[in-house]
C-alpha cells in the first residue's frame, strides 16, 4: 500500500534533483555559446547584448558582472599559452604583440572563477593601455611571472592555473564588424620554476 507512494516519491526527487544539477552544472561549465577564438585568446562577443543565450545571462548574474553594451567593451581570456600548454603561477611567460584598436585597455591574471589573484600592494597586479611602455611601432612586451622583471612586469603570485583577461573599451571590436582582422598579443612561457 505504501509501495506506490514511495516510488512515486522517489521518482520525483530523482527528476527534480537531476534536473536541479544538470542546469547548475550547465551554468558553471561555460559562459554561453557563439565564442570566437583568436589565437590563445577567446571572447564572448553576444554574452554582453540582449541577444545573449540564456546561460550566458544567468553565468553573468550568479558571477555579478558588469555588462558592457555591444560597442563599449570586449573581455578576452587566454588561459594557454601558445603551444597549448595551461598557464600556471610557477612560470614566467612574455606577452608581446598589439592589442586590437581601443580607447583604453586592461590586463590581469585571474583564477578559475575570474576573479583577479591577489598579489602584494607594491606589486603590479595589473596593467593598462596608459601604464606600459611602448617600442617605438607601438607594440609591447610585458613579463608575467612570480619573480621581478625589468620594464613592463605583472607580478603573478604562487597560485597555479590562472588565465589572463584583457578587456577592450571603446573599441570598434566590439561590434560585429570589428571582428575580422584583429591582432592580439601572443602568449609565450619563457621559463618554469628555476630556469
Request: aromatic residues 8%; contains cysteine; positive net charge.
Amino acid at each position: 500500500m505504501l509501495r506506490v507512494p514511495l516510488l512515486i516519491a522517489v521518482t520525483l526527487v530523482i527528476a527534480f534533483g537531476g534536473g536541479i544539477l544538470s542546469a547548475l552544472s550547465a551554468l558553471n561549465a561555460s559562459v554561453g555559446f557563439g565564442a570566437i577564438r583568436l589565437g590563445v585568446w577567446s571572447a564572448f562577443p553576444q554574452a554582453q547584448t540582449d541577444a545573449a543565450d540564456p546561460y550566458a545571462k544567468s553565468h553573468r548574474a550568479k558571477a555579478g558582472r558588469l555588462l558592457y553594451g555591444s560597442a563599449e567593451g570586449l573581455t578576452f581570456t587566454a588561459g594557454h599559452d601558445e603551444s597549448g600548454r595551461q598557464l600556471i603561477g610557477t612560470c614566467s611567460y612574455r606577452l608581446s604583440g598589439r592589442t586590437p584598436t581601443a580607447r583604453f585597455w586592461t590586463l590581469y591574471a585571474a583564477d578559475a572563477a575570474g576573479r583577479p589573484l591577489s598579489t602584494r600592494a607594491e606589486l603590479p597586479g595589473s596593467h593598462n593601455s596608459q601604464s606600459i611602455l611602448r617600442k617605438r611601432d607601438g607594440s609591447f612586451e610585458i613579463v608575467i611571472s612570480p619573480t621581478a622583471h625589468a620594464g613592463n612586469w605583472l607580478a603573478l603570485p604562487d597560485a597555479g592555473r590562472f588565465s589572463l583577461v584583457l578587456t577592450l573599451l571603446d573599441t570598434p571590436a566590439a561590434g560585429s564588424s570589428g571582428l575580422i582582422g584583429l591582432e592580439m598579443p601572443k602568449v609565450e612561457t619563457i621559463g618554469c620554476g628555476n630556469e
